[in-house]
Structure formats: C-alpha cells, structure tokens
C-alpha cells in the first residue's frame, strides 16, 4: 500500500450527523475512489446524497455487506446496540470503529467470538451545531483522534485505522478506555454541562429583553449551549460517574467563589490559577 | 453644536486598561482636534504616548484640570475613591462618568455639594484580554452602552454623553442603577466566574498532558478565564448580592444535572431551555 492508497476501498458510515457526514466528506476529498454507503433517515440521506458525500444510502444496518470499514456514528448507546446487531453479520477482516465520546461502554461490550475487528475510536472535533448541515471535510484536521483498543485488537485492524484518519488530517493517538472517560469527563462533558446550565440559568434570569446586552463574553461562554440533548443524554447516562467527579468539582469551586465573593483571596486565588490553565490550554493553538 | 462638532474638547481619562485605552483611540479616530490626557502608571503612559493614544499623561489625578470630561476607567472600588478625591476641584460644568461594570456604589458615592455633573456609565465591550496593549480604537462599535444617571444628573450632561459614545460608535441607553447591577450579575459576573472556575478545576483535573486534547468546546467555554484578578476582585466585592444569588441559581442547576444524570429526562429538559435561550441571545448577532 502506497501512502496515497486508502486503506480501505469501501466504508460504511452509520449515522451522518456532524462527525459521520464530516468523515464522508473528508473521504471524499481525500480519496475520491472510496466508496461510501450511509445509514439514516431518509431526508438526510437525501441532503448526503444530494451533496455527494456518499454513493449509496439505505435506513438500516442491513444494507452492510462486505464493506472494509464500518464506522458506528450514532448517539453512544445506539452504537452499542448497533455492534450486537451487526457482529453476527460481518466477515473477517473486516475492521468496525465508532466515533462516541465514551468508550468503556462500548469496549466491554463486543460481542464474543464476533469476527470482525472492533477498535474503539473518539475524533475531537466539534462545532456549534450538530447535524450533516454542519458538517465539513476539514473538520478533523490538525485534530485528536483517540483509539481505545482492547488487548484482542489485531495490530492490522489498529494501523490501517491510524492511516485512515492520518489521511483525513487528524493526529491519532491511543489511551485505555477507562482513563479516555475521566479525561473526557473533565475536558469535554463537564464543560458542556457547564455551558449548558449556565445558558440556561443566565437566560432565565436576564429574559429576552435583556439579552441584547450581554457581552461577547457570554457568547463565547455559552457555544456550546445549543448541543443536541439526544447526543448529550447517552452520554452523561453512560459516563455518569466521572461527569459527577468532574461536576463535583466544578460545584465545589463556584461554592467557594461564592462564599468568598467579598473576600479578596479567594477571588484572587482562583482567577491566578484559571489564568495559568488557560495559558497552558492554548499552547500550540493560534 | 454640529453633529460632527465633539461634544467634549479636553477629555481626562483615569485609567489606560483595555476600555479606557480603547476610548482614547476611539476619540482619536473620530475627533483628532480632541485634546486627552489620560492617568496612569509611567510604563502605561509611555505605552499610551508612543502609539499617540493620548496628549499628555500624568501619574496622579492632580494634573486634571479644567478638562470638560473625566473618565473614570480604574477598578471600580478607586473609581469610588477617586470621585472623591476628584469632586472638590472640579468646576461646575464638568462632566464626569466611570466605566465600571458596578453602578449602585458609585451612584450612591456622589460627593454632596458636587460642582461637577457626574452620570455613570458602563460600555459593553470586552476582550479576551485586559491592559492598554489590548486596547482598540473599535471596541464599542455597535455595542452597547449603558447610563444610570441619578434625578440629580443635569439633562445636558447626559445629552453630551449620548453624543459623545455615539460618536464612538456605540448604543447608549438607560437603566436604573439596580436593575444595572442585578442583570450584569447574571449576564457577565456570574459567567465571568463561572469560566474562571470551569478553567481551574478542569485544569487541575487534566494537568497539562491531557490539556492538548480538549476541542474547541473547552477552549470557547473558557475564554474569559485570564481576565486579570483585581478587575474582578472588586465588582464581586461590590455586586457580592447579585452575583451570590445568580452563582445559587446556577449552583442549584448543576447540581440537578448532576443528580440527574441517568435520567434523560432532566437532561434532556435542560438542554432544550438552553438551546432556546441561546438562540435567543444569538438574535441579532453575527
């Protein structure tokens, strides 16, 4: 295999919301020849196809069948319904990856004796909104892209998916399943939770008459507030235990902000050490 | 007075940080023949001199004059006490405001037996970024900003004010000082400390090897964490009321998100007001 070749010749793609339409779009600018096969509801099969993100679309997972690569692109715990239905289906060799923000879940529950190869994948993109609307081919450039494989994933299965995403831009690395969970706990689902609750609250209380003076800051701070609660609702269910550590913690800092509000040194304290993981957060970015 | 005539010919700006530095190039560019002399530390003025911000500079509020305006733009608490150190030397016909995100306790400050006009103001602008070396000349264009004149504030002072930040480019309007400080407590204190807090904890819990692999979520949610301590130590000391009930009502909101975690039905409910509230705030802009 030459490093313009694609690793795989044919995909399926199940689910074509932001991440799943993102990486039929990637595949198509990076290798034209690969054929792609969807899995959705018919009016978004209809805008993939009209946009030629894919060759082919079909409602269900019965459409797959000698494909190279699955990728499982639904909310986390349909993709983990979807692997028990499809593992009796599919050949060896062929290699199946998911692309959920959670991955003990999954990883514990491939199914025995299942022939194909499973690697648990997270790709770190994200933006505003989700939905194939917003997705885009660039979106995994320059990128995380996680793998989570168990101690039975094949080497092969493992490196050919690293090309795969190496050709659509993204840099993957490897972490154990239970460590990828807390870390993204605290990276990713707390943050959203945070943004979430603090729109929420914020709205509430100034009301729309009062919103139009709200600064950039709250703009930014807020981003992610319009996240859809499907994708969001697996995803605190599956990884309840270190979203509760990492919102223990967040509850635990703005209870001490509060009690210290008039009170110059925990202001101070506080905003010194945000400054300093703010500044490490951005190394390397702009 | 032509419209293009500006309303103040000798300005004092007390105070060369993010907004009072963006007012002295703001007035630069829309009134060249304005004279400014702005107060602050040696190294700010040299700063300030060089770019041509400003006229002439002073350490202390001693070298004001017989400027027709004075801008009051250091932390709100020594906006406080500089009113009062300012009150007895001025002449009547000065204008004088603030630009603290604050309003009660300097509205309830104002000197008895006060010469000078004095009309609090707050601009909604904002930048990553606080110092004169983040300053810009279009920092309040189309943004708005806020007046909380008192009944004893002339009618021609705030007149002069509408025109003068008009010029600026910005939005003026009024509030009651009140209501001023309960909806900023929850449109911006309340998500400044929540972001700074957000930024610690997340942090601490990821330290600097897992950092690079948040997404951009993590990045905008944070943004305003480097905003500098001593701005902020002093509106939590002054709004401490406001900001501690909006912190309770987002504090109670995590707290049933965390409770909740498991059940998509809390989830998924708070997402949707969350979702509606954001397009709301988002009405209007970009």
Redesign the interface.
Known sequence: MSPSDPPFDDIAIVGLGLIGGSIALAVRERWPSVRVLGIDRQAVLAHALGGGAIDRGAEGVGAIGREQLVVLAAPVRQNVALLAELAPRLAAGTVVTDVGSTKRDIVASIPEGMAAAFVGGHP????ERGGFGFARPDLFRG??W?FTPGPEAPRAALDRLFAFVTGLGSRPSLMDPAQHDR??A???H?????????????????G?A?????????????????????T??DV??VN?DA??D??????????E??AG??D?ET??R????????????????E
């Open positions: 770190i993109g994200g933006a990128r995380p996680i870390v993204m605290a990276l990713s707390a943050p959203q939770l945070a943004a979430t609750a603090l729109m929420a609250v914020t709205g509430a209380a100034a729309s009062f919103l139009p003076l709200a600064g950039r800051g709250l703009v930014d701070t807020t981003r992610l507030a319009s996240s859809p609660p499907d969001w609702r605190c269910a309840a979203i509760g990492a919102l223990d913690a967040l509850i635990a800092c703005l209870s902000l509060r509000l008039s110059g202001i101070t506080v905003f010194e050490e945000a400054a300093h993981w703010r500044a490490e957060l951005m190394k390397g970015r």
